[in-house]
């Protein structure tokens, strides 16, 4: 993951000093109103800051803090800057009052008029709060408090917060402040009783609004954890937590912080063998419809991907119980397909735990069972993951670490190794495992983010790890791919190295050292494409990856989930006047979802015509051939999504999205798979790559091929007809 590319995704968690975004005015529910949550920058945002140097910097690590209570990842925190010796002031700008009730957290110092937050109004301070700790001892975990501020609505107010004291407590911490009319008055672990014997606790949500901190509980031992915005009313969505592994026992579900005087998103929760929506699962209006989604929430990066005895595992980044980046809620969901195109999604398989959430990583079947973990007729799974520590409660405190589980049911169950971590942690950012298997050696090769270089290890069980070298190019940032392929012929071979981005090496590899042979190159020039993953044991020879299909971060309107996974793709390594490059291709498997098709052959296209324009429904393979005529432009809009080549610039385009492209024999070849939320688009046989996400497609302006300011020929134009998938 690349800090610019994947930021909400699952970057370290950020305790701002003092950092935040105004989000005044933004409604979240009926009742409430969003003041402050404290997660973005605060010097674009109206805030003042004055106070010694350095008060306000940034700190992308909690551990060591010791701070708990906060909402997601940003808080104030004075103690940033110098410890306890920083003194300053925040002051926000004017906000109008509209609630009864203005509700926040507070924790640190408990001295008056030094370490407070103040309301004021007209000059004056109308209301004050301290942190409870003043002596020997105290507790660093924040508390809601509220102020009566019923009447003061109307009338315009800041908030002010203070930090004017050194020593011991002398710093303030704040976060999540806003306004209702329901008073915060928190029971710090509410709680229920169930006995288990269904296989979800449906769980009612909203996309916005207060984040609480949940934990399910089993002989008083904490199972799961996890983060989630209850709706306190109707909820936009339902989610659920998966519990049929518990069947038969009693568990606490247990949440922290809880208003008791609206608790009725916490006593709506209810156990069922579905839920709510789980009818028109599929069928929403804005589901893509060939590419797989999770059924619910947050999805990203595709791991664990690996082939074994006619199914494909796809196990992918998952935040079941929203919509937004999920890095505090990632598990890793799990789907299955025989062919490619028709997915099965079986639940999450991994789950976070006292090492940390479960980021990245990939997945290998033990021939050999050399890690010691077979224990019937067939060898195991076996994969390997970050555990990002402290990115929530249960692991506040810890660091990034490496940790592996192992199946013996053909993937249905993971079971973590009682061992892990096996390596701990090596440097501030270390990441996303790849491993893969070297047999000249007769040992695994594991490839692992470092601080944006790639580091070599090699291991004979997986459960020690011995590194041997670095890739220092500096390009590359997280999710390392690497696989030899043929150069044309098995007789060449090369081996190909990547990052998330996509970008690539071709080069040697002598089972301790990538030496690249050539410079960085490009191969994704769309913007729904990160964290590409291939197939390990792929049938056939194949090459045969996927990525996560990145939209925006923000909630797809209306829908209970977010974000895609790439259409699968075949990858062949060719010789080119540049020399090898990777030519990226649907796989065949396509052809399975084929319907009504029409084509065209050796038309001159004149500016005006449209051979498509009776082109009806939403989901296409289109794959044409033109030849360079003496229009100077000419392509497709796809239900108003632009893909342009333009002759003279030798480019393609969508947007802003461009790529360099050459005429091959005088014709220019593209394909495009067009489904609800995407356009994936293949030129000149798949030597470039350009995914577009489209989130903004309208299916009433219909698709048409176009050539502008001359005319074009049309060699050959197919539009094929796509089934859904889910159908």
Known sequence: MSAKTKLSAKTLPRVLGLVVTLMSGVALAAEDVLIQNFEQELHDSGWTIEGDEGFGDISNLTSGTGVTGYQREGFVYTALAAGNGARGTLTSPLFLIERDYLNFLIGGGGFEAETCMNLVVDGEIVRTAVGPNTGAGGTKALKWRSWDVGFLKGKKAR??????REGEWGYIAVDYVYQSDIKMVAIENAAREFHLEKRYLNLPVVSTGRESL???LIDGKPVREFLITLADADPEYWVYLEVDAFQGEDAILQMSQLNSNDRRGFDAIFQADTFPGEQAL???KLRPQFHFTSKRGWLNDPNGLVYYDGEYHLFYQHGPFGCKGAQDNQHWGHAVSTDLVHWTELGDAVHPDELGTIFSGSGVVDWNNSTGFQTGNEPPLVFAYTSAGSVNQWSKGKLFTQSIAYSNDRGRTLTKYAGNPVLPNIAPINRDPKVLWWEEGQEWVVILELDETFGFFTSKDLKKWEMQSNLLDGHFHDCPEMFELSVDDENNKKWVIHDGTGNYFCGDFDGRKFTPETELITRNYGNCFYAGQAFSNAPDGRCIEVAWGLMEFEPIPGMAFNQQITFPVDLTLRSTEDGPRLYTNPVNEIEILYGK??????????????????????????????SIGDAPRFGFLIQGVPVIYDVEDGKLSSGKLEAPLKPQDGSIKLRLLVDRLSVEVFANDGRIYMPIRALNMDSSRGFEVFTDGGSTTVNSLKARELKSIWD
Request: charged share 30%; net charge negative; aromatic share 10%.
């Open 282 to 284: 599929y069928k929403e």
């Open 214 to 216: 949940m934990r399910l």
């Open 159 to 164: 908030i002010q917060i203070v930090d004017n």
């Open 597 to 626: 098709e029409q084509s065209w052959a050796g038309v001159t296209l004149q500016p005006g015509e449209n051979l498509l324009s009776e082109l009806k429904g939403e989901l296409y393979d289109i794959e044409a051939e033109f």
